[in-house]
């Protein structure tokens, strides 16, 4: 695939969705081909590897916030149960 001066992941802030995700892994994979290739120039690798590492920490950004939005998705499961604990005292004095 062949990218345009300006492509997509140039103009990348921040991955806002799964599929952003999926996209940003493939780019990483095929640039991690790239990069791996033993003629290519020191300032190209130099260039190429500055924007492997940016995509990479957006990729590490996202799935951490996922991380984190899924723990207070569970939190705010969890929360009602733990309100409706039962009075077992009468029951233990038996």
Do not use: F
């Not at 791996?36 to 957006?58: C, F, I, N, W």
């Not at 939005?69 to 005292?89: A, F, G, H, T």
Request: avoid cysteine.
């Amino acid at each position: 695939m062949i990218y345009h001066r300006k492509s997509v992941i140039s103009e990348m802030r921040k991955i806002e969705n799964d599929e952003q995700l999926q996209n940003s892994l493939k780019w990483l994979l095929e640039k991690a081909k790239e990069l791996d290739h033993p003629l290519m120039d020191g300032e190209a690798r130099q260039t190429l590897l500055a924007k492997y590492d940016y995509v990479s920490e957006r990729v590490k950004e996202y799935q951490r916030e996922r991380s984190e939005r899924m723990e207070q998705q569970k939190q705010k499961l969890i929360e009602p149960e733990q309100k409706k604990s039962v009075d077992l005292s009468a029951w233990l004095d038996d």
